[in-house]
């Protein structure tokens, strides 16, 4: 009877830390970065409960319209995939280009590009993090500490909309 108690008592606990961690572990229903602030805001029903310090690529103004340019698109997207293979540490794609994006870029000759992700430092490059975040050092992603990717991959299931704003 004893051995059943402690397995019991066992089993209790057990439920109780996943239950508090569950607790902790908020999934957003929506991403929102705003490219002035060089923030992104983790939301769950329109409430922020994380905000993070990013960066962009070399000509952080201005929507992004071609291939090359150096530049993050602004507007409203799908959070489609994570990949745990990336050059950088982790990354989740960004449904750019969407097909105003690609009317656009037709309207110029241009091709509009792709793979934009949300993503952390490039892979042998962490511990560089302090000071590159400082920079706009990506091709028009979204980049951020490895701690707070980790947040973000945490929070955010294939399929959450983001919205980049200006």
């Known amino acids: 009877m004893r051995l059943l108690g402690k397995v019991g008592l066992l089993i209790v606990l057990l439920l109780m830390f996943q239950t508090a961690f569950a607790e ?26 994380a905000s993070l310090s990013v960066t962009f690529g070399g000509q952080p103004k201005g929507h992004k319209q071609s291939r090359g340019d150096q530049r993050t698109p602004e507007g409203h997207y799908r959070l489609d995939y994570k990949n745990v293979n990336s050059q950088f540490y ?3 794609h960004i449904s750019y280009p969407n097909a105003e994006d690609r009317a656009g870029a037709r309207k110029l000759g241009l091709s509009p590009g792709g793979d934009i992700m949300v ?16 920079l706009s050092w990506t091709d028009g992603c979204i980049a951020l500490s490895n701690k707070d990717m980790d947040q973000v991959w945490v929070a955010v299931d294939p399929g959450t909309p983001i919205e980049i704003r200006p």
């Open 24 to 49: 902790d572990t908020q999934k957003a229903d929506t991403v929102l970065v705003i490219k002035s602030e060089k923030r992104l805001y983790l939301l769950n029903k329109g409430v922020p409960f």
């Open 119 to 134: 993503h952390g430092q490039a892979n042998g490059w962490e511990w560089a993090a302090p000071i590159v975040q400082l």
């Open 90 to 92: 982790k990354s989740i």
